[in-house]
Every structure is written in C-alpha cells, then in structure tokens.
C-alpha cells in the first residue's frame, strides 16, 4: 500500500503480530512500540517519544527525513550474514546463492526440507549427541524418520494444519528432528518447555493449533494448562512423544495418539 502510515502497537497486546503484519503491507511505516496492551491510555499525553514521532509524521505527511542507521552485515557462516534492525525488529540475512548447493530451489525442483536432506549423500552424519561422540544419525535416516516413524498422517493432521509441540530442551538433537521433520510435513509452532500458561493459550489460538505434540520427559506445565482451555470445545488433538535413545541421536516415536481433548 503506497501511503504513509502510523501504528501504535503496544509489546503485550495479545494482537501483537498481526498488528506487526498490517503495517508491513505499507511501504512507508512509522511503529510506535508501547509498553501497553491493546487500549492506548489517556496517561500517553504524556509520552514525550509518541507526541514526538506523531508530530513529525504529520508535519511532514508521514515523509520525514531517514535518520536510520544502517546496520552492518555480521558474517554467521560461510554463506550467511545477517544485520539486526533494531527499528523494526527484525533481522536481515544475505546469502552467498552461488555457494549453495544445486537443486534447492523450486525452480530446480526443490526448496523444501526434504529436498535439502536428499541433496546430502544418504550415509553422510546428519547429527550427533555431542562434538565427542561417534553415534549419530545419518541424512538417509532422518529422510526415513519422517516418511515413516515421524509421519504426521498416523496422527490425522492434514494438509496445512497447525502443529503445535513442546520442543525438547536443551536445543540438541531432538529438538532438531521434531523442528525438522514437523516443518517437512506441515507448519511447525514450537513452544519453549517454560512458556507461560497465557503465553501458550495466546500461541494456540493465533496460529489456530489443530494438534499438540508433548514429550514424555520434557515439563510443560504452562503448555499444558494452555491446551487443556483451548482444547475444551474437542477442537484439537493430543499426541504424546518418546525420544528413544542415543543410538540414532534425536530421533523419537510417537507413544499416544489420542483424540483427547486435555492432557493426562
């Protein structure tokens, strides 16, 4: 939309995000971040940052003069680099194509997860339980993982619903495959084991959740709360996860399909 814009949006407000979204859609946004919710209070008078930014942007039709800095690109690996936008919050990443490999993207037949693994070589490591371990599971494996043992159809998801899940700690190996293989088959919304009770209820009502995945071992008591109260109407399903071991490092069976409305 090319027309100046304001937007207020206050860092609790549980719509948040999709006031994020809405000022993306202008090409000249101004975002105000308040520490609020969603009503702007009578006290904001007073906020001298506000007054001020609203006063520029209609003295100047929402065109004032940049004062933005841009920040410079910080190297993350041999192919990437990103640059932190503190204005808008977000990060910018550049990334070397040319040193890719061949068949990544959809106009080479790929752009997906699975493509990705299968341009590995099949017996290459994939991951391991640590930098001083010998086990690890291999790209052939994972692809195999996710077509079988990890395959979200035995659960009864369906094409483009939500995937909620608990993500095991630690951001090993498990927390890997369940990213991974639940990203390859649907969209994918992990939820950190401490995330609040109002936090997880916010998460699975804006992303619409039709399933959750929790895994046995990994405490998720706000997690749990939360599905336990959006799940009261039978919208969602609940689905219980063992990870099996370090012999194939990350991988993991579902124990319970259930079509329970609440956690045990």
């Known amino acids: 939309i090319r027309v100046p814009s304001f937007h207020i949006v206050g860092i609790d407000d549980k719509f948040k995000t999709q006031s994020e979204e ?33 006063k ?18 910080i190297r993350m690996s041999s192919v990437s680099s990103i640059s932190i936008d503190a204005h ?29 693994l299968k ?49 095991p700690l630690g951001g090993g190996a498990a927390a890997a495959v369940a990213f991974l293989s639940i990203g390859a088959q649907t969209a994918a919304a992990p939820m950190a084991p401490g995330t609040t009770e109002p936090d997880a209820l916010d ?13 046995n071992g990994v405490d998720c008591p706000g997690v749990e709360s939360a599905f336990k109260k959006y799940s009261e109407d039978g919208n969602a399903m609940l689905h219980r996860a063992t990870i099996t071991g370090n012999d194939r490092p990350g991988l ?11 956690p045990e």
């Open 22 to 54: 809405i000022a993306t859609l202008f090409t000249k946004c101004t975002v105000a971040y308040l520490n609020s919710g969603h009503i702007v209070g009578r006290e904001e008078r007073s906020n001298e940052d506000l007054c001020s930014s609203l």
């Open 56 to 73: 520029i942007f209609l003295s100047t039709c929402g065109n004032p003069p940049s004062t933005r800095v841009e920040e410079p690109y």
């Open 88 to 116: 808008l919050q977000m990060a910018n990443v550049k990334l070397d194509h040319h040193k890719l490999p061949e068949g990544l993207y959809a106009s080479e037949g790929g752009s997906t997860i699975m493509s990705l």
């Open 119 to 167: 341009n590995q070589p099949s017996s290459k490591p994939f991951l391991y339980v640590s930098r001083a371990s010998t086990n690890s599971t291999t790209y052939g494996e994972m692809i195999e993982f996710i077509q079988d043992a990890g395959n979200l159809r035995q659960l009864g998801v369906k094409v483009g619903e939500v995937v909620a899940y608990g993500s």
């Open 203 to 215: 998460t699975l009502d804006q992303f619409k959740a039709k399933h959750l995945i929790l895994f």
């Open 252 to 262: 993991f069976k579902y124990t319970t399909i259930s079509k329970s409305k609440s």
